[in-house]
């Protein structure tokens, strides 16, 4: 999983969304084991990790533009 992890870190955030949305469609099977989905669930949830920790890093990027015009960190 540790390859996949690496995979996912180099993708925008837009595909992992993508690869959330295929994810949840798996674990919407009503074949897919509970070993299945648990891994599933694990591969999910560190998607979304990687997701807000790269919007994170966004949000300190931006500027914001107070009262006065001048620029500040969000």
């Known amino acids: 999983m540790e390859r996949d992890e690496k995979k996912w870190e180099e ?5 992992i969304f993508a690869g ?3 994810v ?3 674990l919407e099977q009503e074949d897919v084991s509970l ?4 891994a599933l669930y694990h591969q999910g949830m560190e998607m979304l ?3 807000s920790e790269k ?5 300190k990027q931006m500027l914001v533009l ?3 015009g001048e620029r500040h960190e969000f």
């Open 11 to 15: 993708q925008p955030v837009e595909v």
């Open 20 to 22: 959330l949305e295929d």
């Open 24 to 26: 949840l469609a798996k």
């Open 35 to 38: 070993e299945k989905s648990f």
């Open 49 to 51: 990790r990687l997701c």
């Open 55 to 59: 919007i994170d890093a966004v949000e």
């Open 66 to 68: 107070d009262e006065s």
